[in-house]
């Protein structure tokens, strides 16, 4: 009979025992790496909303002065400013049908 002596591993024991431990040790790296990673990214995202909320209140700002000079009063007043009349007779409504 052959005694199997203390410590010698089988056929591919000591790759399996290496993959394993490589594993384990490569865990919290790859752990740390996806934090940072969501990190990042959560930071491109607030960046994006602020950017996105400066442009909105922009878009308000100047829908509002649209809607200021396009006003019949502001229309009025740029027409007498220039020496021209409203007559009402001269308007013409098309409806489309």
């Given at each position: 009979?052959?005694?199997?002596?203390?410590?010698?591993?089988?056929?591919?024991?000591?790759?399996?025992?290496?993959?394993?431990?490589?594993?384990?040790?490569?865990?919290?790296?790859?752990?740390?790496?996806?934090?940072?990673?969501?990190?990042?990214?959560?930071?491109?995202?607030?960046?994006?909303?602020?950017?996105i909320e400066n442009q909105q209140d922009v878009n308000q700002s100047l829908s509002m002065?649209?809607?200021?000079?396009?006003?019949?009063?502001?229309?009025?007043?740029?027409?007498?400013?220039?020496?021209?009349?409203?007559?009402?007779?001269?308007?013409?409504?098309?409806?489309?049908?």
């Amino acid at each position: 009979m052959k005694k199997n002596k203390k410590g010698t591993f089988f056929k591919g024991e000591k790759f399996i025992y290496f993959l394993l431990f490589f594993v384990i040790a490569s865990m919290p790296i790859c752990t740390v790496f996806t934090k940072a990673l969501l990190s990042e990214s959560n930071i491109e995202v607030e960046q994006m909303k602020a950017k996105i909320e400066n442009q909105q209140d922009v878009n308000q700002s100047l829908s509002m002065q649209i809607d200021e000079l396009a006003s019949l009063d502001k229309i009025q007043q740029v027409a007498d400013e220039k020496g021209l009349s409203y007559n009402n007779d001269n308007i013409k409504v098309i409806h489309e049908s």
